[in-house]
């Protein structure tokens, strides 16, 4: 099969903020963005990591989460969330990829006797031989439903209050019209008329319908996700999972690696969302929630596009311009699309620093930062229907990025024994290079028999760099100028095969993964304040895995195992050094069981995952950042493992998600002194363990035109130090309460005011300040929903802000940083004749490009 290659998309920029001591811990707020962006507005949030991702898979996913004081491994979990994805860390490269496929659907349309169309009517798939559930869908506000469906025949079972329940046998495919017939109960002449149920769960998670709900306008993709429960969308468009840190995202089976993907699916396009808490081990050990976003089918050939434009400003102006264009014919489709995007940020420092070393030694910086980064990209696909069951395809992306910034007027004050001893004017200037990046993907899925087949292959390589220099200028301490280089270059082949068998009442599925990855890196300070740094590090990974799922009645159980296998060889100037070479070889077991009755629904699920070292928290350089803050890998990290309970229980518009996690040998981002030096060093190490408990309670009721949203979440972290020479510090509980309010003013205008407050907590050796956000949003569609105009306001009243306290051996930090999330915005999307993609594919290694 002709390979085509395509582009994943780096949405890794380093650190937006050039912090350039404490970029490595991210707090973000995504709202209703698209995943696409909030991955590249997180990876300019972190200097640590080159954040990757395929644009084409990401793009129909939003993001709705807060991060607060996390690394950019756990940032990316977070706004991954539930979504399908995974995320794999290969040196200072994350990946982040979807997986899922349908090939084909049960269409048709539901009227009442009257010919109007019946709205939030339950269609349910059923198997022809036991009569056991296959999928399910709802209706829209023309009666019309999508549902894919791999089976041949399936009868369909229509259901709505205030009418009788109909059941027919169909093939698959276009049904035509259903009609139902009223089944109305009049109490002392009053019509008593129930509300559709919009939140149920589904196959894996908690599923969100949006096809039949007031969200089917709102506008974007990102601007759903924003309006999931227990999902965070920061304004930068970087999505979280309460609990569970960044998911995978999929759309129709395909995986989300830009988050501007989210940005380009319109809301009136989307039929459902399925948040997944518990990943099952079909998915990489990394990932602890996945988001699966599946659309509704468009009919038609010919030509369809869709442009889709953005402007905002914060302190500074930038904007997006997307164009896409689609060509379908018989069983054949050619996808192409161009994009480009100018992104300003900043953030205004106070970093505060107190060692105890050899004297107390207390520096205070101001340092206000800019920062600017420019992308753009292209991306080709073509997929081929060989039948209703099978089919295949291929795509190719490429994308270059730069990015540059700086401070000019940052200073330090210099304090010892009491006493300012100094004062530095410090001025920094960062050009960044994200460039080229090619990604290529080769994909299968189809059905042999009874046989389900879904084969992937990709490959993928990218360079990237910085330079930096520095220059410290002093009346009272020596001035020095320091400059820095840092180079990378890393590639990776994959291919993943996924098989499935009807087996007694349910379904087996094994399937396999190989990954091949090298990743070369190297650093040099010119003034050798610090060591000069060259590495290497090849890494093969096989993995392997069995589920089999069933249904019985009301009750469904799941239960897998996965095995990975993986062979990392670390070369340091080109010598094989034997301590940091790994060899991994590890068993994840997972299990669920879920019910369903009526309004009723419960899961509960144990999974054990793991997280290993990203190649940039292994590296063996020391980066310098001021005279007094260093930074860098370690070699000797090992990974953690996380075992997880986590429960799910909803009751119509009432829902509760609980959960316990205990972590072995957790990796914290600590401070201690840089050989025995009055001069602080950050990197992670491995801690003892970790527990965690989490507890969320949502409530989406519905009044006609005013429809909110209510949150309240709980979390609370245990650390064990022992054995560490840092502080040990109380276990502070963490609260987030939310209110979303949805206002349909019209059938084309919509008003959102959404409201958020958390308290402080203690995550880690960091204790977090409280902050608050509200944020507005107005949207008007226009020429039957082909054009939309959105404005919107973010953080009115500027108290999204970042503040923390973080305890190391001998060191304490604080931050004071507002990273002008106070912004005004307006977006404008145009499509005619709007299709889905048949491009099915998922990409291979997709954890691996998270790392890389």
């Not at 041949?152 to 059941?167: L, M, P």
Request: hydrophobic share 35%; proline share 2%.
């Amino acid at each position: 099969m002709k390979r085509l290659r395509y582009i994943m998309l780096l949405a890794g920029l380093m650190s937006l903020s050039l912090q350039t001591i404490y970029a490595q811990r991210i707090t973000r707020s995504f709202r209703n963005t698209s995943m696409s962006e909030a991955l590249t507005i997180l990876a300019k949030s972190t200097k640590d990591y080159h954040i990757n991702f395929m644009y084409d898979e990401l793009e129909d996913f939003t993001v709705t989460t807060s991060i607060v004081k996390r690394t950019a491994p756990d940032a990316i979990r977070q706004i991954m969330g539930f979504y399908p994805m995974k995320m794999t860390i290969d040196g200072e490269n994350i990946f982040v990829e979807c997986t899922q496929k349908t090939p084909t659907k049960m269409i048709g349309r539901i009227v009442d006797a009257h010919r109007r169309p019946v709205d939030f009517a339950n269609v349910a798939l059923l198997n022809v031989r036991d009569s056991s559930l296959i999928n399910g869908g709802v209706t829209n506000e023309n009666g019309q439903f999508v549902i894919p469906c791999e089976a041949r025949k399936a009868i369909v079972r229509v259901s709505c209050v205030g009418y009788i329940t109909t059941s027919n046998t169909y093939n698959i495919g276009k049904i035509g019209t259903i009609v139902l017939h009223e089944n109305t109960i009049n109490l002392k002449g009053v019509k008593v008329k129930a509300m559709r149920q919009n939140i149920k769960l589904g196959k894996e998670g908690m599923l969100v319908d949006i096809e039949h709900s007031e969200l089917n306008k709102i506008g974007t993709a990102t601007d759903v996700l924003r309006e999931m429960p227990r999902v965070d969308v920061s304004s930068d468009g970087t999505v979280n999972v309460f609990a569970k840190g960044s998911p995978l995202i999929y759309i129709n089976n395909r995986q989300v690696n830009d988050l501007k993907e989210l940005h380009q699916l319109k809301s009136d396009n989307i039929k459902n969302v399925e948040i997944v808490t518990a990943p099952g081990a079909k998915y990489n050990a990394e990932i602890k929630s996945v988001i699966r976003i599946r659309t509704i089918r468009r009919q038609g050939e010919g030509w369809s596009g869709e442009n889709y434009t953005t402007t905002k400003f914060n302190k500074w102006w930038g904007g997006s311009q997307y164009l896409s264009s689609t060509y379908r014919t018989g069983k054949a489709e050619v996808f192409g699309e161009l994009w480009g995007t100018t992104t300003p940020g900043g953030e205004d420092n106070v970093v505060s620093t107190e060692i105890n070393g050899t004297k107390n030694i207390f520096i205070e910086q101001t340092s206000p930062i800019k920062y600017r980064s420019k992308g753009t990209g292209a991306k080709v696909a073509f997929a081929y229907s060989i039948d209703d069951s099978n089919t295949f395809g291929l795509s190719y992306e490429n994308q270059y990025g730069s990015g540059n910034g700086g401070t000019t007027d940052s200073y330090q004050k210099i304090m010892e024994d009491g006493v300012q001893t100094a004062f530095v004017n410090e001025a920094t200037n960062i050009s960044d290079c994200f460039s080229p990046v090619h990604n290529a993907n080769a994909y299968y899925v189809g059905k042999i028999g009874k046989l389900g087949v879904d084969f992937n292959a990709t490959y993928f390589w990218k360079k990237n760099g910085r330079t930096m220099s520095i220059k410290e200028s002093s009346a009272d301490i020596e001035s020095r100028d320091v400059h820095t280089r840092n180079r990378q270059h890393s590639d990776m082949a994959a291919a993943k095969l996924i098989l499935s068998y009807p087996v007694w009442k349910g379904a087996l599925s094994v399937g396999s993964e190989f990954i091949s990855s090298r990743i070369r890196g190297e650093y040099a300070n010119a003034e050798q304040y610090v060591d000069a740094s060259n590495t290497k590090i090849n890494e093969q990974s096989i993995a392997g895995f069995a589920e089999y799922g069933l249904k019985f009645g009301a009750f469904s159980a799941n239960a897998g195992v996965r095995y990975e296998y993986v062979k990392s060889d670390y070369y340091y100037f080109g010598e094989l050094q034997t301590e940091p070479s790994r060899r991994y070889s590890d068993w994840f077991p997972s299990a669920s069981m879920s019910w369903n009755s009526g309004k009723w629904a419960l899961q509960l699920a144990y999974t054990c995952k793991t997280r290993r070292p990203s190649y940039n928290s292994l590296r063996d350089e020391v980066q310098y950042d001021n005279r007094y803050t260093y930074e860098g890998g370690n070699p000797y990290l090992r990974p953690c493992i996380t075992n997880n309970v986590d429960l799910n229980v909803a009751y119509d518009w009432l829902s509760l998600n609980a959960g316990y996690n205990y972590i072995d040998k957790p990796m914290v981002w600590v401070a201690t002194l840089y050989q025995g030096k009055d001069i602080v060093f950050l990197r992670n190490v491995n801690f003892n363990n970790s527990q965690d408990v989490y507890v969320s309670i949502v409530a989406s009721p519905r009044f006609g035109w005013y429809n909110p949203m209510a949150e309240i979440d709980y979390t609370q972290s245990f650390l064990c130090t022992d054995g560490f020479d840092v502080n040990k510090l109380s276990n502070r509980p963490c609260f987030n309460f939310r209110l979303n309010n949805r206002f349909n003013i019209t059938s084309t205008l919509k008003a959102f005011l959404n409201m958020r407050y958390k308290t402080g907590r203690l995550n880690d050796l960091q204790k977090t300040k409280s902050f608050a956000r509200v944020d507005m949003k107005f949207t008007k569609s226009f020429l039957n929903d082909a054009l939309v105009i959105g404005v919107y306001a973010n953080d009115l009243f500027k108290t999204d802000t970042e503040q923390w306290t973080m305890y190391g051996s001998h060191t304490v930090m604080e931050k004071d940083c507002y990273g002008y999330e106070r912004c005004v915005g307006m977006s404008l999307s145009y499509n005619f004749n709007a299709t889905k993609s048949k491009y099915k594919g998922t990409g291979a290694g997709n954890a691996e490009k998270s790392r890389l």
